[in-house]
């Protein structure tokens, strides 16, 4: 009993001295952590001013870049955003003066080609890859061999995934968990500083198309207006002359209804348009595209008797998915203006393609003068009108097209030559 007593009071020192050393140990890695909290929170407050300056997303993609070189040091950054399951690098920058030694801005990387990204985005926290050499998976930077170790952190906004910041070095070794962290800290900070300016961006594109559209519209009123206040003044002026002259009466009265009747298309037009903005989900259905063509011609049968159309429809047509009422706008603004811009008189033919890739390829063929590759591009925008064509225009109808369309999942297009009439054409997915 002794001898064991005094064993252990010979081990009491041994252990008092180890356990003074392990508090001490404890002690100096609370007080480093702490210190380094101190700086990271100093860091991210010193970087926070030029991250909110600007909305702007291209300025705050170039903030977040001279930002994070404050947070971990680098010799390359890069700022990817992603779209739906890949991965686009918007913004990069390296450490010559000439920013040479950058990755190409503008690639779009598919995830499941990068399994850093897909791995980083499913558990949402960062990753350091050593060496890179040494890795099997070195593929973030995989245009750029010079560099030898790297960091990837996902940038999270509400809850998800938006996108990826990277870092990397020449170095290899170059990045520890701590720089992991401390890059996760402030991939938190700017996922707000882009978010806000992707709003921001969007809230602008949807105030110049809203402000565009306004003003076609009120272009496009003006003068139907004028002709029906025009006509009305002279029958109004003096009935007594105007009564023997019958056949002239009619002609007035024929005038004004006209252009009550492009009145009425354009608000249609415009009220469509607002529809389409403000839904996010559409129900989708078999669309029965016999009757639904039917049902246009039924619609232009007056501006197809009045330039002496001659119209083309096929007996079958394939089956397709959408919106019926919206696909049966798509092809009133393509056939009215194959007939407004056709030969003398117009010839339309109306069509579609055997499916392929899952979709189905609907077309309007007009035999008019054509469009030269600069009036093409000019299409399918918000506030389109071709000089050469007057105060009609395609814009109004085309942009309306383009929103539906991109709706509906599909895509439209023309495809033209001077002389050679054009091809206007939109896809709609496969039933």
Sequence with gaps: ???????????????????????????????????????????????????????????VLAEILVGVRRVVQHEVASIRLLEGDTARLVHARGNSPDNSNAPSLGKSRLLADVPVYSRVRERGQPVAIPDTQAHPDRSIFPEMHSVRSCVCA?????????????????????????????????????????????????????????????????HDLKSPLASLLGFCSILDGDLEELGPALDEQREFVGIMSAAAREMVDIVDAFLLLASVRHVDEVKVERLDMGRIAGDVQQR???????????????????????????????????????????GQPPCVDLGADAPQNGDVRFWVHDNGNGLTPAEQARLFTPVTRLERIGSDGHGLGLSIVQRIVDKLGGEVGVESSPGEGSTFWFTLPVA
Excluded: C
């Design 300 to 342: 232009l049968a007056h501006m197809i008797e009045e330039h002496g159309a001659e119209m083309t429809v096929p007996d079958t047509w394939p089956d397709a998915l959408g919106f019926a009422p919206w696909v049966e706008a798509i092809w009133v603004n393509y056939l009215s203006n194959a007939i407004k811009y056709g």
């Design 154 to 218: 996902p940038i999270r906004a509400d809850e998800q995934v938006i996108g990826f910041l990277d870092l990397g070095s020449a170095t290899p070794d170059a990045f520890s968990p701590a720089h992991a962290r401390r890059l996760q800290a402030f991939a938190d900070q700017v996922a707000i500083a882009i978010k806000n300016a992707q709003r921001f961006s969007e809230l602008q594109a949807r105030n110049r198309e809203l402000g565009a559209f306004a003003h076609t519209v009120a």
């Design 1 to 59: 009993m002794r001898v064991g007593l005094i064993q252990n009071q010979e081990r009491t020192p041994v252990q008092a001295v180890s356990e003074q050393v392990t508090g001490a140990i404890d002690s100096v890695r609370v007080k480093l952590a702490e210190r380094e909290q101190r700086v990271l929170a100093k860091d991210l407050r010193d970087v926070a001013p030029g991250l909110s300056s600007t909305l702007e997303l291209d300025k």
